[in-house]
Structure formats: structure tokens, C-alpha cells
């Protein structure tokens, strides 16, 4: 008898499941819109100048190899605080930020979620938006915490559910954590206003909530990585004190390095060193210390006047494209194909991602008719559309709703 008999089989992850049905499809006109990379408009992965400059940078240094410290690069932490929080921020210039480095978004909301599991004085839930990415749910749960939802999406309006996310938000217990897309909300494309987000705001304080912040997409969302960090910078001028988890995977086109960062303001200098010592007592025992390469790739973006300035223009060209995307689908869809029902979300949804409102009939459909594979929520990558391939896709939405 095998010692691992009775392993039983899990399910296969939703997303890595399209791409390998996309992978085995031979037809010609196929088009992958499930994963959540970047494409240009060739449809081809894209590794921006300002990284293969780094690089080039890096190799004429003749960098070593050697171990990181425990909570990674200190020049890439201090930049990449600064770049969320914004150089004029009052806790990062009072130095009450604790940050470490992490292996992306992903092991900066693990990180976190075994800091609030271990150290977080009140009520261990979380409150994730309903829907929120997959991911979320089994990572907050295998960190400790307990996980609820509040309400965001409005599947009538095919828009922010702002009434039923300021009630689950006063219904739930004091002191509750509660997770929020800082911008380019994934899977839905939905983001709250900046009114609303003061509201929201409002009603944190309030109830004495717990803010945590997952950006995975500063800069992707409107091109511009201040207006991206509102939310953030807003609560911290609110006097919230927060969690925040950042991603380069995205607006440095960073995906398999592995760069990311998970932050928590503090009171002060002394309180900051505290939860900074603690930081370090998680990471030590779960992997010791970060990855070299990609921290050193955006440190060296982030320090570097001109490379700085040639990845805004990337990350501004990146979210450009996406956003003429939207419009052009809007048109072929509405002006073009007139395909029944109301588009307006298409246009109006910011981000990597767009909420079509297809059902998963109409999903299938596309998958096994026109070659068109996304998730079966209805859910597209906008970055998988380019010139060549829009027009074949309209039409398979129009064929599919008809
Ligand atoms: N958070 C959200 C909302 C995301 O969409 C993603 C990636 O798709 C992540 C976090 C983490 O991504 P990564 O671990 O690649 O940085």
C-alpha cells in the first residue's frame, strides 16, 4: 500500500484549466482571453524596455548572488513604499512603515494573512467583495482567518453594488478586517468612485474596521500610478492605519519573477521596528529570505530618474491599449454588430479585466464554436484583444447572445 492512497484528486484550477484547452485547440482564429497577462497588440508577451534596460544595467555591474536580508531588498522596500504611499506620505516620512519584500501579490496577502492571524488584536474575520479573485478565499482561509463576504457586484446594473457593500460593511462585527481592491477590481473591472471611496472610508472608521489593501494593478488601471494609489493614500490621510499588498507582476510586466511587497503603517518609529522584528519571525521559517533578481530589476527601475520615467510611459502605454480595446469593442459591438443588449460596462470597466455579463452557456458556446476561451463567469482579459483578433471576437459574442 501506497503511503499516499488515500490523497484524494483535487479539482483542476479554473484558469490554468483554459489555457491548457486553449493550447490543444488547432484552430487557427483561437483566442485566449482567461489569463490575466499582458499582450501586445500581436498578442505576444511583452518584457518592457525599462526592465531589459535594468537588466542590462545590472549585468554590467556584475551583481553577485548573494542571500538576501530576511524581509528582502531595502532600497526596493523604501521605493516601492514610497511609490504606493506617495514621497509625500506622513507615516513613510515619519519611517512608521514596516514593509517587507514578498514573492509577488500573492505572498504579500499570505504574509499579511499570517501577520493578522498571529497578531491582530480583534476579531480574526475578513470580509472579502463578492466576487473577489479566486484566490483570495483559500488563501485568507489557510492563513487563519476566518473568511465572509460583502456584497460588491450589481449583476443587474452590470455595476458596483454601493448600497449592498455599505450595508454588509455596517452589519458586520467591530474590529472585522476587510479587503479591498485598491483599483482595478478583479474579476469585475469595478471600481468605486473617489467619492465613494471616501464613503467608504467613512464607514471603515466608523465601525472601527481593519482596511487591507490589495493593489496588484497600480498604474494598470488608469495609466497613471498616483491616481491608481487614491484609495490607499486617501484612507492613510483619513488617519486609517492599513495593510497593503503590492504586485510588480503586472505594471512591471514581472509576472515569473516574483516581486511584490506587503506593508503595514504603525504609529511610529518604535512601533514600526516592533512589527517589523515580527514580520521577520514569519518569513524566516517559510522561506528564509525573498528572490534577488526581480526585486533588483524594480529597485532598479524605481531609483533610476529616466528608466522611472520610461516605464510611466510603458505602464501608461500598456493600460492605453486596453483602454482603446474597450472602445473599439463597444463600437463593434453596439454601432457595428448591434448586438442586443447594453454594452455601456465595457467601456466603463477599468483594468485588466472586464465583467461582459455572458452566461456561461454563452461562454461555452464561444469555446466550443468560435474558439474563444475565458472563465465561465463571463469574465474577459482585455489585454488577450488586439487589432487582428477584435472583430472575429464581436462577432462571437454577437453570435452567442443572439
Ligand atoms: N491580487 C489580485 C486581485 C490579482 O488579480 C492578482 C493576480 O492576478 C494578485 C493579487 C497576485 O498576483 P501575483 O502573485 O502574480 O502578483
Redesign the pocket.
Known sequence: LSTWSAVPAGPPDPILGITEAFKADTDSRKINLGV?AYRDENGKPYVLNAVKKAEEIMTAAKQDKEYLPITGLAGFTKNAAKLAYGADSVPLNQNAIAVTQT???????RIGGAFLARHYPHAKIIYLPTP??G??IPLFKDSGLEVRNYRYFDKKTVGLDFEGLKEDLKNAPEGAIVLL?ACA??PTGVDPTQSQWAEISDLVAEKKLFPFF?M??QGFASGDTNRDAFAVRHFVSQGHQVAL?Q????NMGL?GE?V?AFSLTTKDEDERKRVDSQLKIIVRPMYSNPPLHGAHIANTILSNAELYQEWEGEVKGMANRIISMRERLYELLTNGYQTPGEWGHIKSQIG?FSFTGLKTEQCKALADKAHIYMTMDGRISMAGLNGSNIEYFAQGVDAAVR
Open positions: 490575466g514573492i509577488s501579490g500573492t505572498g504579500a496577502l473577489t479573485w484566490n483570495h481592491h477590481h478583479n490589495d496588484a494593478y499588498c504586485s510588480f507582476a503586472k509576472y516574483r511584490g485588466m
